[in-house]
């Protein structure tokens, strides 16, 4: 399952990021890394973005984004 499958109100832990530099190196830079608990908070009228909040922030992502981090619930 990956976290643009997750519904509004759905709480997870990362399992896995994309292996791609950029993403993944932006995504850390976030505070995204396997291990870490996000809660999906709300999700835009056509899909995407979609917003996760984690360590106390709120991030948005691009469903395309989301998609290549792995969660398991």
């Known amino acids: 399952m990956t976290m643009s499958d997750m519904k509004e109100n759905q709480c997870a832990t990362i399992t896995d990021i994309s ?8 995504l850390l830079d976030l505070g995204f890394m396997e291990g870490q608990t996000v809660l999906c908070t709300n ?4 899909g995407s973005p979609l917003a996760y909040e984690l360590r106390g922030c709120k ?3 691009r469903k395309k984004d989301a998609g290549r981090i792995g969660v398991a619930m």
């Open 19 to 26: 292996r791609d530099f950029c993403l993944s190196r932006r």
């Open 59 to 61: 991030v948005a992502l």
């Open 43 to 46: 999700i835009a009228a056509a």
